[in-house]
């Protein structure tokens, strides 16, 4: 038995993984989908990069867990990565889904072409929040429209100072036990189903492996099932 942790990406709250939770905990296993601060639930609280690595190392303390697989997603991998490093021998696994990963000293938007120039005047204008993406965001990503409506409708203004602020790493996050699940629509052009050069660095290490999905950016709405059993695989690595 382990303990998977579930944190989503930007917007959205532990509500994204409820198709995904029932496979995992038929399987016999803990599981502990956790919103981030000033996220669905728990919106309005303040909040920065480092109170969501907390939020994160918190939940693992506060139910006392072990043998713990904390998976992130898209700019979640960013905090689930420091956090990683913080729970020290209670982490089994880290998996990363379709996400960033976190470089020391470097924010979210900091890897993105403009430098996140586009993203921090987004938040600028919209009070200190990334503001909500339409429901054409989602299109060609393999989601049904019920599917889409499910994410708009659930999703939540993201803390901009989360997205902006630096990640703060103690050692080479190579040397963790991760799986990097890469979503590849089919079709897609061949740079597209290539994982970023950051993560292909990673990958290098003994530590590390890939996994890829024929599927978008959203699997644990797209295909849970087939999420689930990857992250059942990956906690007996």
């Avoid at 693992?60 to 898209?74: A, F, K, N, P, T």
């Avoid at 996400?99 to 900091?110: C, L």
């Avoid at 393999?142 to 993201?158: F, K, M, N, Y």
Wanted: proline share 8%; charged share 20%.
């Amino acid at each position: 038995m382990v303990n998977f942790v579930l944190v989503a990406g930007a917007r959205l709250g532990a509500w994204a993984w409820g198709e995904v939770v029932p496979y995992l905990r038929a399987a016999g296993h803990g599981v502990y989908p956790l919103t981030l601060s000033g996220l669905a639930d728990k919106r309005g609280v303040p909040a920065g990069q480092a109170t969501h690595v907390q939020d994160i190392v918190a939940e693992v303390e506060r139910q006392g867990l072990r043998d713990v697989v904390l998976v992130g997603h898209s700019y979640s991998g960013i905090p689930v990565g420091q956090a990683a490093e913080r729970i020290g021998d209670r982490l089994a696994r880290v998996v990363f889904v379709d996400s960033s990963v976190p470089t020391d000293g470097e924010s979210f938007v900091a890897a993105w072409p403009d430098g996140g120039a586009a993203v921090e005047a987004s938040i600028a204008e919209s009070g200190g929040f990334w503001p909500l993406a339409p429901a054409a965001h989602y299109h060609g990503e393999g989601l049904t429209d019920e599917q889409i409506a499910r994410l708009v409708r659930g999703s939540t203004p993201h803390p901009g100072a989360t997205l902006t602020e630096p990640a703060v790493l103690s050692g080479p996050l190579g040397e963790l036990p991760a799986t990097y699940i890469l979503c590849v629509m089919p079709g897609a052009e061949p740079d597209d189903a290539q994982p970023d050069d950051d993560v292909a660095e990673l990958l290098n290490s003994k530590r590390w492996r890939l996994v890829k999905m024929d599927t978008g950016h959203w699997p644990m709405f797209s295909q849970p099932r087939e999420l689930a059993q990857i992250l059942l695989n990956a906690a007996v690595e």
